[in-house]
């Protein structure tokens, strides 16, 4: 966040993962890959079964050549 890599790329314990925390470790962890980001794999699955992360049907990860090639769009 704010330029800096994250210095964590592990997950948290389960029954401290809230919404809140889930949308700002995908923020903090906005660089990785969720194949290989336990933290970002952590909270997108989070997202996902709250109804808070849509994910676009046949994107599953990102192309190893293009980090940013996911589609996620966020439910308000």
Do not use: Y
């Not at 923020?27 to 980001?37: G, K, L, N, P």
């Not at 079964?49 to 090639?69: D, E, I, R, T």
Request: glycine content about 6%.
């Amino acid at each position: 966040m704010f330029g800096l890599p994250p210095l964590d790329h592990g997950a948290v314990p389960e029954e401290t993962l809230t919404t809140a925390r889930a949308h700002r470790m995908m923020q903090e962890h906005m660089e990785c890959q969720v194949t290989t980001c336990r933290a970002r794999a952590q909270a997108r699955s989070k997202l996902v079964s709250g109804g808070q992360l849509v994910l676009q049907a046949g994107v599953c990860s990102p192309a190893p050549q293009n980090p940013k090639a996911t589609v996620d769009r966020w439910v308000s």
